[in-house]
């Protein structure tokens, strides 16, 4: 799902339309499979990935990487590394490569071999980051792509974006520049009678009874794919209805009332549609965890699970005739936030900070939400929609050596705090910017990097004081982002009898309910924020 915290755990009328291939996807299996042309020696972003289909209209189909990064980092590593084992739920699977190479057994061993390339080549490449999330990043690409550009958005470890090594940095940012020669690929062999079998990707795996994967059992089809670093993604092609079935209890609890269950599905089914190109640099559309929505075993879905998903079946919600912003979040602590108090992004109309309660808590939290009605707030919370949540309220005492740990961790170096200071609020009373002053230099986060490098904080929603000499107690509501859906809101809303319409119509006000299928023409991949 979007970036959030969890809580406790169609006939459609035309495809959307391919996205083009940009110079780095261009060549990809050829270099992959020992060729390489000479247009192929200029430098590159990234190793050359093959972009994933688009989602067809008719039958749209989600590429998941149940798991990412697979393999040695480095070539001393790929001796002691662990071998890539795939096992069939019962019968046999069958891994084929685009060479024609066939190989059907219950289990399959694939072991991590390095092999030179026949051509090597550069990687080169400006790199604005890192950032907290897909959003952020996204929103530092925009320069770029109004400069006509084409900028990546890729994950290594933190979110970055990449952009060719001549390109100017944006307005008020500084990017660095990287550059590597590489010289070996990874590669995943097998044991024969012969002798190892050299297996080069992408590769296709069928699995007709499902494959074991971590502690769930998978349809397929799958993919073994090289990804954008070097390393390799284990992909399910996952129908989207049957990839609800594989996130909706796993976002808001399978005990969720039906009509809350209904409202995650319509949110997942759009989240999913619209963030349809967030690993595209990778070769697939989404992954399997927070990042995106966490996904896993679609077979242990509930029948409660599968009607709510089939009652809502194909339906998404849209503003201008295209797919929302459809983020979501945990419990936010009686009051919404609007989308610029989570990300550094123009506001939209459906995502705008309320007060999240029935007629009296409204009137007595009027927005902006500051000073003494804050801490009003955040000392009670009766009449708030979702008010039994279990963080709902919460307290948390920060030392002068977690934050300097924290911040040390995400690379900045502060020495030991000495002051931490909120510098800005939104409208909800969310903090926007945090001022930590070290002995050696002072820092400001902002907006998700609050919690990113504070992971203590479930929200940012809070005050925050001094309570002896290096140690500061922080009084906050909520969890997750705040932003869109209060998972714990809709859940109360539903016991109240709301129905799954009026739900979504209370958290993104002025988005429509429309089949998949009714929408007009998609773009290549969702508006930049």
Not at 5 to 26: G, N, Q
């Amino acid at each position: 799902m979007p970036p959030r915290v969890r809580p406790r755990r169609s006939a459609v009328a035309a495809p959307f339309p391919r996205v083009l291939a940009t110079p780095w996807i261009l060549g990809a299996t050829l270099l992959l499979n020992g060729g390489c042309r000479a247009a192929d020696q200029a430098p590159r972003l990234q190793w050359p990935v093959a972009a994933p289909p688009p989602i067809q209209a008719g039958n749209p189909v989600i590429w998941v990487a149940l798991a990412a990064r697979l393999g040695p980092s480095t070539p001393s590593a790929a001796q002691g590394a662990a071998p890539l084992r795939l096992r069939a739920a019962s019968g046999s699977l069958t891994l084929e490569d685009e060479a024609g190479q066939r190989l059907s057994a219950p289990e399959v061993t694939l072991r991590w071999r390095w092999e030179p390339l026949p051509q090597p080549f550069l990687v080169r490449r400006r790199v604005l980051g890192p950032f907290a999330s897909h959003e952020s990043a996204e929103a530092a690409a925009r320069p770029w792509v109004e400069a006509g550009l084409q900028p990546v958005i890729a994950k290594p470890a933190d979110w970055e974006v990449w952009a060719p090594a001549e390109a100017a940095d944006p307005p008020g940012r500084s990017s660095r520049l990287l550059e590597r020669r590489e010289e070996r690929r990874l590669v995943l062999a097998s044991e024969g009678p012969k002798g190892p079998r050299v297996w080069r990707g992408p590769m296709r795996l069928l699995a007709p009874a499902g494959l074991r994967w971590g502690t769930g059992t998978f349809r397929g089809p799958f993919r073994l794919l090289p990804d954008a670093h070097g390393g390799w993604s284990l992909v399910e092609e996952a129908p989207l209805e049957r990839y609800l079935e594989g996130v909706v209890p796993h976002e808001i609890g399978a005990g969720s009332p039906p009509e809350a269950l209904a409202v995650q599905a319509v949110l997942a089914r759009t989240w999913a549609v619209r963030n349809r190109d967030r690993f595209r640099a990778d070769g697939y559309h989404l992954c399997a965890d927070t990042q995106c929505q966490v996904y896993s075993d679609p077979g242990q879905a509930s029948t409660p699970v599968r009607q709510a998903i089939a009652s809502s079946r194909g339906q998404v919600l849209v503003a201008a005739d295209q797919p929302i912003h459809a983020v979501y979040h945990a419990s936010n602590g009686g009051v919404a936030a609007g989308l610029e108090e989570a990300w550094n992004v123009d506001p939209v109309p459906y995502l705008r900070p309320f007060a999240d309660g029935d007629s009296a808590f409204a009137a007595r939290t009027p927005l902006p939400v500051e000073g003494a009605g804050l801490a009003t707030l955040l000392r009670q919370g009766t009449g708030a929609y979702g008010a039994d949540h279990p963080l709902f309220r919460w307290q948390r005492a920060l030392t002068a050596g977690g934050v300097e740990t924290a911040l040390g961790a995400r690379g900045l170096s502060v020495g030991s705090p000495k002051s931490l200071k909120v510098v800005e609020r939104g409208a909800s009373g969310r903090v926007l910017a945090l001022e930590v002053a070290g002995a050696k230099a002072t820092v400001v986060l902002r907006r998700d990097s609050i919690r990113r490098a504070l992971r203590e904080l479930p929200s940012t929603l809070f005050t925050i004081s001094a309570s002896q000499p290096g140690v500061w107690l922080v009084r906050g509501g909520g969890f997750g982002h705040g932003v869109g859906l209060s998972q714990a809101g809709a859940i109360d809303l539903a016991r109240r009898g709301w129905t799954m319409p009026a739900i979504l119509r209370h958290y993104y006000p002025g988005a429509e309910l429309k089949l998949l299928g009714a929408l007009g023409p998609q773009p290549p991949s969702p508006p930049a924020f």
